[in-house]
């Protein structure tokens, strides 16, 4: 290997590859493995898993660092990396030979700054979580036609003008309700909540977007400020959260009723695209026509066939009169035949008739006679004429007991063939067993 530190003899010619090489050589030599700290510029990730990017000066000096990163080493990075972000790259220097360019072989990568803020985040993430604050059961369905839709946001930004302008395209008939407020710094926080509320309290629109273009982790913390996610969750009015760029999740994304990967999303979230109702308008008119053009059809099927049967009204009337002929056949079939038997019936109930009047009459006077038996059984004046005497007080009330008489009482006796008036001499009781 040559030793690039010695000075070249002067009669030494190099080749451009050697000479490379040996610079090479000469920069690993001298920096093994060194950490670089920068801001990423032009990040492409090819399709064999190889990324290519710049890495400018953090302090804004006018100085920039072509790197490499291989895919083993970019599997193994646990965020998207993306234009703008400050990192620091562990790797080594070496020299690209087919273009003669310095570059840097970033064998690791991570965010300058942002540990110690992304552990607090997962420490707050893990802390609402369990407070029920990003539960999905709580989270609500947008209206899918919504009419009036309000905007939380900073109006100098640019994610507002990429929400009215998908609103403008998918939803021109919405009206639109902005909420300024800061998004970024430690006065955005209770700025964002009392948009919110007030939002709330107005009650103007049907479902807010919370949104805001895309930044590092401390430009969005004010979307991570535990007091936002509470009042995000507390919303009366469904939340959409779009904030950020796709590969960016906050914490009020988290507890939003929809989360947007950007503002331009979480307006198309919020309205139906105009291009599409039309599109479902017109299948829809095309199925009513062709239902209405087959109804049509049918109905005049119908009133062709109706339209046959009534160009020719002779067959009908020849159908009836055959029918009528039939049924005059049968009727002077039967008439004769329910004649007979309704004859024969009759003389079969008068023979019964005259056999059961004798019968009835001869039965009635038995029994009359079995009444007069009884009837004559009955009457006192049999039991007179036996010799027995009837007794009464003379006022015609019956005297039936000894008991009931006394010395010097006038009493009346009916006879069978005559009456007595008597007078008691004495009276003797005798009793019941004697």
Known sequence: MVDALKPASPRMVWGVAALLTALSDALQARFPVITVQGELSGFTRAASGHCYFSLKDAEGQPAMLRCAMFRRAASLVDFAPRDGMTVELRGRLDLYGPRGELQFIVEAMRRSGEGALYE??????ARLEAQGLFDA??????????RRIGVITSTGGAALHD???????????AQVFIYPTLVQGNEAPPAIVRALALANDRADAEVLLLVRGGGSLEDLWAFNDERVVGAVAESALPVICGVGHETDITL???????????????????TVSRQ??????????????????QRLDAAAQRLDRLALRLARPGDALARQRRRLDLLSQRLGQVAPRTVALQAQRLAHLDQ???????????????????????????????????????????QGRALSSARQLSEGQDLRAVLADGEAELRVGRVVCRDAEG
């Open 252 to 270: 009020a994304d988290l507890a939003a009723d929809l989360r947007a990967p950007t503002p331009t999303a979480a307006a198309e979230l919020a």
């Open 120 to 125: 607090q985040f997962l420490r707050l993430k």
């Open 163 to 173: 929400v009215l302008t998908a609103l403008r395209r998918r939803a021109p008939h």
């Open 352 to 394: 019964r008739l005259h056999r059961a009047l004798p019968q009835q009459a001869q039965r009635g006077a038995h029994r009359l006679d079995a009444l007069e038996a009884r009837l004559q059984a009955l009457d006192p004046r049999q039991v007179l004429a036996r010799g027995y005497a009837w007794l009464d007080d003379g």
């Open 137 to 146: 059961d709580r989270k609500r369905q947008p209206p899918p036609f919504a």
């Open 276 to 293: 599409q109702c039309l599109e479902t308008l017109e299948a829809l008119e095309r199925q009513l026509t062709r239902r209405l053009e």
